[in-house]
Every structure is written in structure tokens, then in C-alpha cells.
């Protein structure tokens, strides 16, 4: 019997409270908002309309699993889709145009680990100057004109398509968060960002190559940012320098409310999923409970607040 | 001394610029043997077990693993040699169970999409560990989970369990308390009954008596002498770690 409690005890709450919290806002908006809330295109609705910020999310589980941070992904949205969009513009051709994109972000994150591990910076403060610099760069590139995009193929992959009845970016999210999952939970290199994450010493003299793995995480995080932008150019039908660039708090939010430690060592592919949808939903929630931007605004500052403070109070009390 | 002792170490010379850290070392561990390494702070002992332990390389001298003269560029390199380190601060990860503890670096795959072998690196944990008695709860029990002394015995057996031979230890239990270190020591006699060649750095001079075949001081980097600790008495050894005897 004591055995039992005792395993109860070590179970550590903090790593589902996403799951009641979600479970909790669900029963809560199902209640209060009962006549479109619960329909199928409104639920689905909610898995699109977060559709970027998971597979962004996605990454960054394993920055913050390492023991970094990268903020430039919010600027990496923009930059990366305008690049789509342009490349998409003058060859029409759609795989060269993500491909583009995709690389854009590669090489974003290859340059933010470089600087994190050869010029040993800390990562918060070069992807804080990489974050203004993409800015800049997003601005710069078409001079703060939009981009259409027109190819047909290219929005049915990444924004309009479905397969079986279900919306592609349904599709992208599941796809992302597997191999996310799969990497982290099921590969060595998984094991490794953790360990890294848990302590570079020890990772160092068992023979992992740390710089390696820090500089791999970046550039994770470079590429799903950029897929990030290349889902939101096929949603919108254009790309525009102020794609994501209130994303990079929600992504850390989904994150860390899925359980992610801030801290590094630990991972949760599958709770930044849960995180991400529990923030749209409540968003999706909120406004159709009539509440304005602003008003979003502060509601979701508050749960950023309240799932930081989890966080951190968990960490202390181990 | 046999051809194959598991690790000879021959005019073995470090230098710091003009500061020889060590001069001239000379030791041969035989397999089975527990060899400890004493001397004040900064006699160079660390010196020593980190050029074994390729992290440093020797000024001059040879080091000799199993009859065949190494030549280490960095300590993976020494690791894939055989030559394993139990650290005092333990290099273990907090966060992850035991069995990847003991796989760290060197995880178990299966399977065409190469996956962890989480079940094959429990099993073969749960084998280890209880060959060597470390008593843990599991072998998926989390690190942070376990005493000081159960952790030092899971990096014990990590590093018997790759080593072909030969396992350094840096104060392995500098961090411990008085029931966890006997723990550990035992734990370190049963490496020897399997046959490893140990060689131990320790400040506590009971220990060394409890648990070592011979001993080695050394001062400011100078090997002051090697003794069976059937022929050295106390007194003569603190002698010999201070100066007190030349």
C-alpha cells in the first residue's frame, strides 16, 4: 500500500498539468460557449489556427532542452516566408521556394549556434541581437511590401490542402510533432540534448560532443521556425514582415506550460502540443466570448505568468 | 612485472612551461591490484590521473596499456582505449534514469531506424549492478533519485563496465559520508576480485589502508616512493606526504 502511495507521491504533477489544464479550459469553454465552441470546424479551426506555433513549439523543446534559448524565431517566420514567397514569385516553383525557406532558417540557426558555441556567447543574448537584426532584415527585403502568393500547389500543400476530409496543417502538426517526439524520446541524439541540458559536464567526459549537439538545436529551431513561416504564407496566401512576430511568446508559453524545463534537461514534445492548443483555445475561447485584442492580450500575459511560476516553484522544490 | 600489466607508466614527465608539474613517474599496476596515489594538494596527483586519462598530454615518458605504448590526443580518445574515470563530482546526469546513466555517450540502439534499446540498457544494467552489488531501487529509477553513494556506485560500474582493464578514480568518495563510503569501497574491492586494475587518488589515508595493495606519494610533483602497504607504517607515509621524510 505504501508502495503505491509513495509512487503516486513521485509522480511528478507538474509534467501534466497541461493535460488537466487543457482538460479544465475544455469542459470550461464546451459549458459557457456550448452552441459553436464544440462543433468540429471550430475545434479544428483551433488545431490550424495553431498550426505554427507547435511546429515552432516543436523546436523549441529542444533549444530549451539543451539549457539555450532562441528568440530570433519569431523573426525567422518572417524572414523565412518572405524569402519563400519571393523565390515562389520568380521560378513558380514550389519546392524550390520552401526549400529556400527552409534553408533560410538552417542557416539562421547555424549562425546563432555558431556564435553560441565557438564565440561562446550566451544564446539568450545573441539570438536577442539576431532577433533585431531579422526584424531589420524582414523590413529591408521588400521594403515593407507584402508578397503574394499565388502558385496553387504551394497553398494547397501549406495552407488550403486536405487529405481525407482533414486540413493539412492538421497534417504539418501531427507530422512535426512526431518526429519531434520520435528524435527526442527514441533517438540518440534525444538523449543526448537532454544530457547536455542536465549537465555539459558530464555529457563532455562521456564523449558526447556538446558543441555539436548546441549547434544542432539551433538549427532545429532555425528550420521549424521557418516551416512556421512557409505554413503561415500558405494560410494567408502572402508573406509580410510582421508574420510571427508576436509568436515567440506563445511558443515559450506552449513549451513551458507542456512541462519543457527553462533550465534545460528536460523535454515534452507531445506537452508543447497540448500547451500549443490549450493557448489557442483559450484565445479561440475568448474571443468568442466577445473579448477584444487587448483584452486577449492581457489574459494570455497572465497564463505566461502563472505557468513560468509553475516552472520554476517545480524546480525548487525537487 | 609481467609484459601485460594493464597499464605501465614510464618516466612519465609534465610541464607546465618552467613548472614540471610531474617529474619522471614510474608505476606498473598489476590486474587485480588496487594502487592508491596520495600526496598534499597540488603534489600533482590530478595531474597524473588526467594524463592518463587523456585529457592532458605527457612532456616525455610513455604510457603503456596492456603491453602496447598509447599515445592519447584527447580522453575520448583514452576512452576508447579502455581507460575509464570515476569523477568525486560523479559526471552523471541528474535527470535520466539509471540505465542511461550508465549508456551515456554510449547508448544501445535497435532496429533499422536505429531507436534506443531502452529495455537491452535496463537489463544489462540490472546485470551489472547487481554483480557489483550497488543496490538500487531499479535500473529506470531516476538518477535524482538515489543516495550519494548509490550514484558513486552506479559511475563505479559505469566505468567497470567500459573499461577494458583499467579504471581511474578521482577521490571517489570525497563527497560521501561514513556509511555510503564503505558502500563504495566495497564496491571498489569487488572490481578487484573481478580482476581491474585500479588506481585511486584519496586524501583519506584509513581508506587507502583499507582498500589498497600499495600505495604512492607524491610531493611537488616528485615520486617520493612506492610501497606495499604491508610494509609501510602510518607514521612513515604522513612522513613521506609532508616532507618529514626524504
Known sequence: ????????????????????????????????????????SNLTNVIIQAAPITVMAVGTVFVLATGEIDLSIGSTVAVAALVTAKVLESTEVWLLA???????????????????????????????????????VARQLTDLKSVPVLDDSFVWLFGGGEIIGISILVWWTALVVFVGWHVLRQKRFGAHVLA?????AAAQVTGIRVARV??????????????AGILYSGRLQGARYTLGESDMMSVLAAVIVGGTALVGGKGAVVGALAGSLLMAMINNGLILAGLNVSQQMIVRGVIILIAVSLSLRAKKSN | MSQSSPLALRGITKQFGAVAA????????????????????????????????????????????????????????ARAHGVEVVYQDLALVDQQPVYMNMFLGRELVKGPLRTLDRARMAQE?????????????????????????????IAIARATHWASGLVLMDE????????????????????????????????????????????????????????????????????MITGLVQ
Open chain 1, 1 to 40: 500500500m505504501t508502495s503505491a502511495l509513495d509512487r503516486l507521491r513521485a509522480v511528478n504533477w507538474r509534467d501534466y498539468v497541461v493535460y488537466f489544464a487543457f482538460a479544465l479550459v475544455f469542459v470550461y469553454f464546451a459549458i459557457t460557449q456550448s452552441e459553436y465552441f464544440l462543433t468540429t
Open chain 1, 98 to 136: 520552401a526549400g529556400a525557406g527552409i534553408l533560410t532558417g538552417l542557416v539562421i540557426g547555424l549562425v546563432n549556434g555558431l556564435f553560441v558555441t565557438v564565440v561562446r556567447l550566451p544564446s539568450f543574448l545573441v539570438t536577442l541581437a539576431t532577433m533585431g537584426l531579422l526584424v531589420g
Open chain 1, 196 to 200: 547536455v541540458g542536465n549537465s555539459p
Open chain 1, 214 to 227: 548546441r549547434l544542432a538545436v539551433f538549427m532545429i529551431s532555425g528550420a521549424t521556425a521557418a516551416l
Open chain 2, 22 to 77: 610531474i617529474e619522471r613517474f614510474d608505476l606498473e599496476i598489476e590486474a587485480g591490484e588496487i594502487v592508491a596515489l596520495v600526496g598534499d594538494n597540488g603534489a600533482g596527483k590530478s595531474t597524473l590521473v588526467k594524463i592518463i586519462s587523456g585529457l592532458y598530454q605527457p612532456s616525455s615518458g610513455e604510457i603503456v596499456l596492456n603491453g602496447k605504448p598509447v599515445n592519447f590526443r584527447d580522453a575520448s580518445d
Open chain 2, 125 to 153: 544494467t540490472q546485470a551489472l549492478v547487481t554483480e557489483l552489488d550497488v543496490r538500487i531501487p531499479s535500473p529506470r529509477a531516476q538518477l535524482s533519485d538515489l543516495s550519494g553513494g548509490q550514484r558513486q556506485g
Open chain 2, 172 to 239: 571517489p568518495t570525497a563527497a560521501l559520508g561514513v556509511a555510503e563510503t564503505a558502500k563504495v569501497e566495497e564496491t571498489i574491492l569487488r572490481l578487484k576480485e573481478r580482476g581491474a586494475a585500479v588506481l585511486v587518488v584519496s586524501h583519506n589515508l584509513e581508506q587507502v589502508y583499507r582498500i589498497a595493495d600499495r600505495v604512492v606519494v607524491l610531493r611537488r610533483g616528485k615520486q617520493i616512493g612506492t610501497r606495499s602497504l604491508a610494509d609501510v607504517e602510518k607514521n612513515e607515509l604522513v612522513g
